[in-house]
């Protein structure tokens, strides 16, 4: 039992990709998955990385700016951070992945995948952003207190608790400082989208599940999730009932399993 | 010592919306009432310069009851012909918050050609929550602003025309037409909140340095950082590069006084400066070094400051005229300020009017040792 949840700590490394430090999560043996994490979600190994680890090679990568990698300078674009991830792989020598990514993190893998769908085994997108979907604005988190925030993102408000800072230090309080600004710096205008990334999603030739929460506030599935499913070929929807805006937060096992699921029948 | 006439042009009101900026609907503005005041408020300028303060200010702020100048150039065109000496000066022009800073460079120029050389010309980032109200990407705002500077400055300097290959701004032909009067160009202050790198940005090219609405320990600390920023340039600062803006109350006795400040003052602070707190803080607008300088001893809030805390710190001025001159002793002699930009407000116009004048007779006239002394020789520019 100790021995089996030592397996299951995940290990650390402080990588240099291309020149810019990668603080990298790793755990779990099978075909190899990247797990991109939204923001706020930099470095936390939950229970979804451990069901995930259960079947995968995770590896788990914060992006520069977000919890253990600091801020990269030359990240101006969403479109560097993709690049990056792909220099990522490179420096991991890894030809092919299955790439998971979750809000945030799911906008930089539809822009990798309209860039390089070669490069990865499956594409799962939970409640990503990215995209303009017409009669939808998303509502501006940077405006937001934080009650506001957890109203808008979890659909579940307990769920929130595991991405709460661990206390108020200047150090803690900094960091977050430091994630927002990583995270405004691609994102502020146009807010949570790319203008040049929908037209390009039928260029994703890399079999697509899309996760979505029933009861998404920030993307919801009805027009975001149905923008998603019409534009990216061939893409399979699965909706979870009991979740707002992080699925993988607030019904993990049921996300990691319909993404094994959906990973073990590929041909 | 200078004295400048500062205006908010507030629209002065009571409410309980969580914040008096960017999200403040702008139903509560009745344009009739804002027709009042504006002509009672540039009237008060006007009085200002009759009664022989040195310059009259204007500012730029969005969205919001507490100042209702989204474009100062536009107050200051008004002021520029309905006046005849005093300076004018624009503190300032949001740099980063155009999307084309040309047209400071031209507006600008236009107000310092049609004012015979008076008016000075004020850099600001703008303030956090205008990044709120414009759109600008704030983690591009200190990288913006020093472009827009270059850009606005060497559109004053260099004869036209010549390309311009900014991050944020290009042009292949700059060439602005008119060319400001003043030469090399208008004096250039630098309003800010007292980060370092605008202390040293500012100290490098003797761009006087305004602090507003700040505790008078910071501003003596700052002061310092700036003069020894001057020293380390190779110059010592002038007292006219130091400048402070501080509102002013002065009545009969100091408990008038007292009350009209706890009354009128403080409004600026709890409502006007009321903000729902992500509007103070948005991301990448300060550095993580000024983020943790203010972590670590973090202000009050404007909007939680009490009268007592203001009149200890030294947010505010006010007394019978003897109290104020002595009070100004501090800026003037321990600060070493060489202006003071401050409004006023007696709680209606004609009471502002009396309060102006009353300060022009008995205080002014007491820090008078440099009427001759033109503050805008040598620097600025």
Sequence with gaps: ?267 | MKFYYFHLMPYVMDHDEPSSWVTLSNRHYDPKVGQRLYHEYLDQLEYAEHLGWDGLCVNEHHQNCYGTMPSPNVMAAMLVRRTTRAKIAILGNGLPLRENPLRIAEEVAMLDVASGGRVISGFVRGISAEYFSTGVNPTHSRDRFYEAADLILRAWTEPGPFAFDGRFYRYHYVNPWPRPLQQPHPPVWCPSQGSSETVEWAAKRRFPYLMVFTPITRIAQIYGEYREACERNGYTASPYQLTVNVPIVVAENDAKAREIAEKHVMWVFNTGLRMHPPFWRPPGYMTEASVRRMLENPPPLPSELTFAQADAQGYIIYGSPATVRDKLRVFSDELRAGIVCSGMNGGSHEATLEMMQMFAEEVMPHFRDDADVDETAGVGR
């Design chain 1, 1 to 267: 039992m100790a021995a089996e949840r030592r397996a299951q700590e995940p290990r650390l490394e402080n990588l240099a990709v291309r020149g810019t430090p990668v603080h990298l999560l790793s755990g779990g043996a099978g075909p190899d998955l990247l797990f991109l994490h939204g923001a706020g979600g930099a470095g936390r190994w939950l229970e979804f990385q451990t069901a995930l680890a259960g079947r995968f090679s995770v590896r788990f990568p914060s992006h520069p700016g977000h919890g253990g990698s600091p801020a990269a300078g030359w990240i101006e674009h969403i479109s560097d951070l993709a690049f990056h991830y792909l220099d990522l792989l490179d420096t991991l020598r890894l030809e092919r992945v299955h790439l998971v990514g979750a809000s945030f993190g799911g906008w930089i893998g539809a822009e990798i995948a309209v860039m390089a769908s070669h490069r990865l085994a499956s594409l799962t997108l939970i409640d990503p952003v990215g995209i303009k979907v017409d009669g939808w604005i998303y509502p501006f988190l940077f405006g937001m207190d934080v009650p506001e925030i957890v109203q808008t993102v979890f659909h579940n408000p307990m769920a929130a608790l595991a991405l709460a800072p661990p206390d108020a230090s200047p150090e803690t309080m900094a960091l977050q400082y430091r994630q927002g600004t990583a995270l405004a710096r691609v994102s502020w205008n146009p807010y949570l989208y790319d203008p040049l990334l929908r037209r390009r999603l039928a260029r994703i030739t890399t079999p697509t599940l899309l996760c979505w929460g029933a009861h998404d506030r920030l993307a919801p599935l009805e027009p975001c999730g149905q923008a998603w499913a019409k534009d990216v070929p061939g893409a399979r929807l699965r909706v979870f009932a009991e979740s707002g805006h992080v699925p993988h937060l607030e019904e993990p096992a049921a996300v990691a399993d319909a993404i094994v699921e959906f990973c073990g029948g590929l041909p």
